[in-house]
Nanobody, 124 residues
Framework: QVQLVESGGGLVQPGGSLRLSCTSS????????IGWFRQAPGKEREGISC????????YYADSVKGRFTISRDNVKNTVYLQMHSLRPEDTAVYYC?????????????????WGQGTQVTVSS
């Protein structure tokens, strides 16, 4: 069964940090471009970060640039999203998605595997 699983969400105070993990079953992430997305209540889904398996490019949305870092550990078959300086507006369900075409993060990505999401809540 092909599956992506996110973990690491939770409740954190403003200014705090969390590290989200995205791992897979049924396939390995090595040759997939991985994207992180989030969706807050009443808002559209936002693509916030990407790491390419082909050219190692990374992408960050302006809303998270300088605060979030994406990385991958192929030995652990995991892609991470390290989040620092969290703000209440970062509150959302965070999803990872896999693009099997090894697209550059600055090209046209096609995500055909999605996880179920992990909730991140930033509140005092």
């Amino acid at each position: 069964q092909v599956q992506l699983v996110e973990s690491g969400g939770g409740l954190v105070q403003p200014g705090g940090s969390l590290r989200l993990s995205c791992t897979s079953s049924g396939f390995t992430l090595d040759y997939y471009t991985i994207g992180w997305f989030r969706q807050a209540p009443g808002k559209e889904r936002e693509g916030i970060s990407c790491i390419s398996s082909s050219d190692s490019s990374t992408y960050y949305a302006d809303s998270v640039k300088g605060r979030f870092t994406i990385s991958r550990d192929n030995v652990k078959n995991t892609v991470y999203l390290q989040m620092h300086s969290l703000r209440p507006e970062d509150t959302a369900v965070y999803y990872c998605a896999a693009d099997p075409y090894e697209s550059s993060c600055y090209g046209e990505t096609v995500y055909d595997h999605w996880g179920q999401g992990t909730q991140v809540t930033v509140s005092s």
